[in-house]
């Protein structure tokens, strides 16, 4: 990529508004991009969903900040990826357009659509196409989870019939027509970014095949990798454990509930912090643990909802992060903050979890969805020596100069990697 280029960052949300992993990792970019001299636009969705917006016409896009836009969201079916306003996404292709950026960088394509990609493709033939994919929405229609909705049982692979058998108000040819147009789009970008390796496998085995498709770590942004790692007291901490994120079914908060008991009975010294909920939400999405919150008394406290900048200092207050998600996780922010805030994490042994996560380096892994098994690791990892072992050996994140040079190389025009390439095979 040459520093002059004008690149566009596109998202599914602004931050200001949703603060997932996938959207801070799109504005973050943007910001460090900036930061760097580039010259970057950055465009996020916008769900307004106020009574002025009830009553009042609100334009399509609008001014956000310096280099900043967000548009106004009105509705996208998951089965499909399309608009349900046509007009609306001729307003956004044409102001896309008019941007004239040399490289559109799309972070997703859910509230975005793959008929505004297409739409955009069509309008600028000259510019360069870059995807990064967080999660698997365009594989598996629950919500990309690639978990069978009749149980929490993990699914594989996909194809017609499995995914018949938990959509059966499907058809087998609805199935085969959906992914056979996101394929036809998604296979048009000239790069395409896994943050994981585990990602890239699924998108691969599921048939998407581009130019460039390089395993490129999210950047936590110059702010969180500009603060020093602090020496922390392992005989202190090591009994101390948090949880770090939203409480929904699938980040299996519930497994890490049930398991507090019998981590308890092991090592009745063990603390249990939850951050990102009030004891009230998380009994509102699992009344069936309310004896388990009770009985935990002191040993189980709740820290309510914390700003994303924070997480790397929070995460300093405990010995240990654990991630029990359910599903597969592509690559978790609350991984990359743990390691730059020099916590050791305890993971369930699958998908991205499992790869960021080296057993005796960064942390420690459990079987997925196992109370049991996970009250076991607990139980060891409050061990001094353990949590002392595995502080020392903590991997740090990825820092900014390789990050802007892998968005230089993804960036690159087609004919300058087809003539490197060339090059190195004489």
């Known amino acids: 990529m040459a520093e ?24 973050r970019q943007f910001e460090t991009m900036r930061a760097a001299g580039r010259d970057v ?29 967000v548009f ?3 509705g996208m079916a998951e089965d499909k990826l399309a608009w349900e306003d046509a007009f609306q996404r001729r307003v956004l292709v044409d102001f896309l357009a008019a941007l004239d ?12 659509g793959v008929d505004l990609i297409d739409e955009l493709m069509e309008a600028r033939p000259d510019a360069r196409f870059v995807m990064t994919l967080h999660e698997m929405l365009a594989i598996c229609l629950h919500h990309g989870q690639m978990v069978k909705t009749r149980a929490r049982e993990l699914c594989r692979r996909e194809s017609p019939l499995r995914c018949l058998a938990c959509f059966p108000d499907q058809t087998l040819e609805r199935f085969a027509y959906r992914k056979a147009t996101l394929l036809s789009v998604l296979s048009r970008f000239d790069s395409v970014i896994h943050p994981s390796e585990f990602i890239r496998g699924r998108y691969r085995d599921w048939g998407l095949t581009v130019p460039r498709d390089p395993v490129v770590e999210n950047y936590l942004g110059d702010a969180m990798l500009a603060r020093p790692r602090r020496p922390v007291d392992a005989e202190a ?12 079914s699938f980040k299996g908060l519930d497994v890490l509930l049930r398991a507090l008991p019998m981590a308890l009975r092991g090592n009745p010294e063990i603390v249990l912090t939850i951050f990102g909920a009030e004891r009230e939400d998380v009994l509102r999405l699992f009344p069936t643990l309310e004896p388990v919150v009770e009985a935990a008394g002191p040993s189980l406290t709740f820290a309510g909802r914390y700003d994303p900048l924070d997480a790397v200092e929070l995460m300093g207050s405990v010995g240990w992060v654990v991630v029990p998600s359910i599903w597969w996780e592509n690559s978790p922010v609350v991984i990359q903050e743990a390691r730059r805030a020099g916590t050791p994490l305890i993971v369930s042994d699958i998908g991205g979890m499992a790869e960021k ?17 996970l009250a076991r690791v607990m139980t060891d990892a409050a061990s001094p020596a353990l949590r002392a072992a595995c502080g020392a050996s903590l991997r740090d994140v990825m820092g900014r100069a390789e990050f802007l040079a892998a968005l230089d190389a993804a960036y690159a025009p087609r004919q300058a990697v087809q003539v490197a390439l060339g090059r190195a095979a004489e």
Do not use: N
Not at 9 to 27: D, M, Q, R, V
Not at 49 to 63: H, K, S
């Open 4 to 27: 002059r280029d004008r690149v566009c960052i596109i998202a599914h949300s602004h931050p200001e508004f949703s603060k997932g992993g996938g959207e801070l990792a799109a504005y």
């Open 41 to 69: 636009v950055f465009l996020g969705a916008c769900e307004v969903g106020t009574q002025y917006a009830e009553a009042r016409q609100i334009e399509t896009v609008m001014p956000f900040g310096e280099g900043e836009y």
């Open 237 to 248: 901490m090591a009994h101390r454990f948090g949880f770090f994120g939203q409480p929904t």
């Open 72 to 74: 106004s969201f009105a």
């Open 101 to 112: 950026c040399d490289v559109y960088h799309f972070h997703h394509y859910w509230r975005l």
């Open 357 to 373: 996560v080296l057993p005796g380096i960064d942390g420690l892994h459990f079987k997925r969805a196992a109370p049991v098994d």
